[in-house]
């Protein structure tokens, strides 16, 4: 899922003897694999998994890894499964968190999986700090990427960062490597802006953390001069996300949780009309049952502040160009609208 | 006090526990209204309110608080999140309430059910909000409790019965909200009994039956509305075919009907409802998949 | 010499060519049938529509699906998407109104305007169902011409129910409703009649409607979609003579307004426009990339994922 099969990569390498394959990135074929052999309204995550999971199984993996729940997530992998072995593949899909609740050492201790003891924790403590580290900069780069003067500076930095990461060896290796490319963002020449537009990217986490899944709306919305603000990054999704709901939930402005993130796409959608973005874009992929039942209180919600809200819904049919007329529709108006 | 007036939806959950409800309030003496059966103008309503990609029965139970809105003093809206982590349910169950006061003006009557409350704590929740006194609460509850679980008790042996039959028999495997909808399931029943096949419902067996039986078919589900209905697949061995009955595009359908379909070896149809099928697309494969009941 | 401005609007149907004057004055127009091919429709526009004496052209302005290749290739001083063209139009002849309703050939959308300025908008879902279209097809499968459909509805008085939300399934419907015997206007009635429920469920969902309302695009034409809007929101629903211009007409005044301004010389008769489409099979992504060329230059590569190109 976009650039985080990076630490994901690094942390499996280093916790396990077994021979890792590094999934093939997603690209039209993966999709078209996908589509086939997925039910017809299933959501879209699910056709870029399976595709994915065919993908690898070709390059030789056998035991397949999901992580997911909360919403249908959570059930995937059974079902890929099935799909699998109803193509004739031999492979078992592994669901860390299935059923809301986390995989038990013990558990795991049932799959073929041989795992090194030592630099055990210590390698998960630099995975977590990689993607902290990434989560940041990609903050970084949305506020700042608008208004480089250079096209492509900020895109060539990061893919360095990124290949460095790949190769850390240790805590105080990734903390250098961190604080070096973090200086070479900063040294990258700026245009001054002459107005600042303020976008809030809010929605389902796959299609807004997966640039093959969002046709890269944060790049586009960069290079038409607009700042981006996302919430969502794994690094929310696993250390803050608990906080920020009791926090949320204490608010009384939403009574209950509404699965995935919806609660949290709510509490955002107010946010960020509190703080005066100029519009919101709402993003997910057909028929995530969460986020549909929390549109219309987001849509709600920012007609109360003014704010317009862009819904998009993604699939693997979505045109480029119906795509691009409508988000060009939206930055034109949020530049009328500031003018 | 005035006598208030509870409206009460005629959509998803009152398929589950809406006679326990009934009787609840009928000991309590509050009035009750009941939006009527589904009729095309609840569904447009439901329709012209909710998110095109809602499913069709989330639209249905919009359509039915819309109908009430302004009829009554509170609408009746529970929230319904879990009773274990095993038997958890659609993220839409956890919306309901919030969805209700996001649309409605009416003052709602909420209870909740997840790991720490259930129907008693629900009953409690929603009598104080009624200022009824605890013990006629809990009173209320016993009686109402009893009598629903009696109605589910004929209907279960019913079903038995209905089993050992000789005749076509088909096992109809649905959300209950959907088999017994006057508008998703009702054409489908009226053909297929035209055509002299018995009829058995996947949510009229006990749930204490159905419900361990699912991991047969599934290890790992993790709904129990799910886990009811397809469990009802192991219990059903002398059935002569399956037909799934979902609406357009439920989550947790289109991944449970489409595991258990690559499972199961007897004849299936799949039929997903949307307010646009026509009725002879319906008529169509009912017929073809009767006719196939008839030669095996 | 007078400043005028070219704007085009090259949809998927249909392409539309203007000609305005520095106050937006129209001076000339053509509209004829895209057939698939863009770049041959817009020579014919190039061909048909006339500078008057006195003029001479300033700007030019593309929008419509095509927007971006014709703009390359005549050079436009601005290209921008449909929907800020029809609003800026329609804010310019119309100050008044509030709510622009417009069916195209292959969408359609909703633009809201407080203050001048488009304070809201939606399309439809990415689905062709409930537009024009979608009507056409519908007519040839009851054997008509569309242009008749507007004119039939008005004559039923019991319009039959269809469901159009999705073009497959109005389909079976219709041939269902037209085999058990209803009259073929009360069909008609209902088509119009469901289009204009499906975009006031679909495209509206949520937004408050606020007189004046005008209606927009070639569906505009159909008296019998107008008929049931008027009906269903209970307003008063306009319509400009020029509707099927308007996204011409904004982008036209777009280019008026826009700095960078050169004189133009219309002379692309004899100039060959070439578009040479290949597939790409340098990565599994296998982008379909179209070349552009004007005579034997290459001007552009568009399609490519990875940035190749």
């Known amino acids: ?339 | 006090m005035d006598k208030v007036t509870v409206g009460i939806p005629r959509g998803i959950p009152y398929y589950y526990d809406g006679e326990f409800w009934k009787f609840f309030f009928q000991k309590c003496n509050i009035e009750v209204l009941n939006s009527p059966s589904t009729t095309q103008e609840i569904v447009d309503r439901g329709i012209s309110l909710a998110p095109d990609e809602m499913c069709l029965s989330m639209k249905i139970y919009l359509g039915h608080l819309d109908y009430l809105e302004g009829k009554c003093d509170y609408l009746f809206v529970p929230r319904i999140d879990r009773f274990d982590d095993a038997n958890q349910t659609c993220t839409n169950f956890l919306s309901f309430y919030d969805l209700a006061k996001t649309y409605f003006k009416t003052p709602i009557l909420n209870y909740n059910i997840d790991c720490h409350n259930d129907l008693l704590d629900g009953a409690l929740e929603i009598g104080s909000l009624l200022s009824i006194p605890r013990v006629s609460i809990l009173k209320a509850y016993d009686e109402a409790l009893e009598k629903a679980k009696e109605i589910k008790r004929v209907k279960n042996k019913k079903q038995l019965e209905l089993l050992k039959e000789k005749q076509k028999k088909v096992l109809i495997v649905s959300h209950a909200y959907n088999i017994h909808d006057a508008l998703i399931g009702s054409d489908l029943l009226k053909m297929l009994k035209e055509n002299g096949i018995i009829v058995l419902y996947s949510d009229y067996f006990l749930s204490e039956d159905t419900n361990p039986l699912a991991s047969k078919l599934s290890k790992k589900l993790y709904w129990k509305y799910s886990r009811d209905s397809i469990g009802a697949i192991p219990l059903c061995e002398d059935v002569n075919g399956i037909i799934f009955l979902s609406t357009f595009p439920c989550g947790l359908d289109s991944l449970v009907h489409e595991l258990v379909i690559r499972k199961i070896k007897k004849p299936y149809l799949n039929l997903v409802i949307d307010n646009l099928s026509s009725f002879t697309g319906l008529e169509t494969r009912v017929e073809s998949f009767v006719d196939l009941l008839e030669q095996s | ?309």
């Open chain 1, 1 to 339: 899922m976009g650039s985080y099969g990076v630490p994901i990569y690094y942390l499996l390498t280093h916790i396990l003897e077994n021979e890792v394959v590094k999934p093939p990135e997603i690209t039209s074929r993966t999709l078209e694999l996908g589509s086939k052999y997925s039910p017809d309204f299933v959501c879209t995550p699910f056709k870029y998994t399976l595709g994915t999971m065919i993908e690898s199984i070709e390059k030789g993996a056998n035991l397949l890894i999901q992580m997911g729940g909360g919403c249908r997530y959570g059930y995937y992998h059974e079902l890929q499964e099935q799909i699998l072995k109803d193509l004739g593949y031999s492979c078992t899909v592994l669901n860390l968190v299935s059923g809301g609740r986390k995989i038990s050492y013990k558990e795991l201790k049932k799959y073929p999986l041989k795992i090194k003891k030592r630099h055990f924790l210590k390698s998960i403590y630099i995975t977590k700090k990689m993607v902290y580290y990434m989560d940041k900069m990609d903050d970084y780069i949305r506020t700042h990427r608008c208004y480089e003067k250079k096209k492509g500076s900020f895109d060539k930095v990061r893919k360095e960062m990124l290949a460095s990461f790949a190769k850390v060896k240790g805590v105080r290796d990734l903390f250098k490597t961190y604080r070096k490319y973090k200086k070479k963002m900063e040294d990258i020449p700026l245009n001054q802006p002459e107005r600042r537009i303020r976008v809030g990217l809010i929605g389902e986490l796959y299609t807004l953390m997966e640039p093959a899944a969002n046709e890269e709306v944060e790049k586009l919305l960069n290079s038409y001069g607009f700042e981006v603000k996302r919430y969502t990054d794994v690094t929310y999704l696993l250390f803050e996300k608990k906080r920020k709901v009791r926090k949320y939930l204490k608010n009384f402005f939403v009574k209950y949780c509404m699965g995935a993130d919806a609660l949290d796409n709510i509490h955002h959608t107010k946010e960020l009309c509190e703080e005066g973005y100029d519009g919101i874009i709402h993003m997910k992929s057909s028929f995530c049952t969460p986020e549909i039942g929390a549109m219309p209180i987001i849509e709600k919600v920012a007609q109360e502040y003014q704010v317009p809200v862009l819904f998009f819904s993604m699939d693997m049919h979505t045109s480029e160009t119906g795509f691009l007329t409508r988000l060009e529709a939206f930055c034109d108006m949020l530049e009328m609208r500031k003018q």
């Open chain 3, 1 to 309: 010499m007078k400043e005028c401005y070219l704007g085009i609007d090259i949809g998927s149907i249909s392409t539309k060519g203007v000609v305005i004057d520095k106050e937006y004055h129209l001076l000339d127009s053509c509209y004829l049938e895209t057939k698939g091919n863009p770049i041959e429709a817009v020579k014919q526009v190039l061909r048909q529509i006339k500078i008057p004496e006195g003029y001479h052209l300033y700007g030019i302005g593309t929008t419509g699906s095509a927007r971006k290749l014709i703009g390359l290739l005549l050079n436009a001083n601005v290209i921008k998407n449909e929907i800020t063209a029809h609003a800026v139009a329609t804010m310019t002849y119309h100050p008044e109104v509030k709510t622009i309703l417009e069916i195209g050939g292959q969408d359609s959308k909703v633009i809201q305007i407080r203050n001048h300025m488009i304070s809201d908008y939606a399309m439809n879902t990415l689905c062709a169902a409930g537009t024009g279209a979608f009507l056409s097809s519908q007519a040839k499968r009851l054997g008509m011409d569309v242009k008749d459909f507007g004119s039939l509805a008005l004559t039923s008085q019991n319009p039959t129910n269809i469901a159009a939300r999705c073009t497959v399934f109005a389909e079976s419907d219709l041939v269902h409703k037209a085999q058990i015997g209803y009259p073929k206007e009360d069909i008609v009635a209902g088509l119009c009649k469901s289009v204009v429920l499906n975009y006031l469920n679909n495209v509206c969902k949520g937004k408050k409607l606020e007189a004046p309302i005008i209606f927009q695009g070639g569906v505009s034409k159909n008296e019998g979609v107008l008929k049931y809007f008027k009906e269903i929101l209970k307003e008063e629903v306009m319509v400009d003579p020029n509707g099927h211009l308007m996204g011409a007409l904004g982008i036209a005044i777009l280019s008026s307004k826009n700095p960078r301004k050169e004189e133009y010389h219309l002379d692309f008769e004899n100039v060959s426009f070439k578009t040479i489409g290949k597939e790409c099979h340098d990565c599994s992504n296998r982008c379909e990339l179209l070349q552009i060329y004007r005579e034997e230059e290459l001007l552009d590569i568009w399609g490519s994922k990875c940035g190749k190109y």
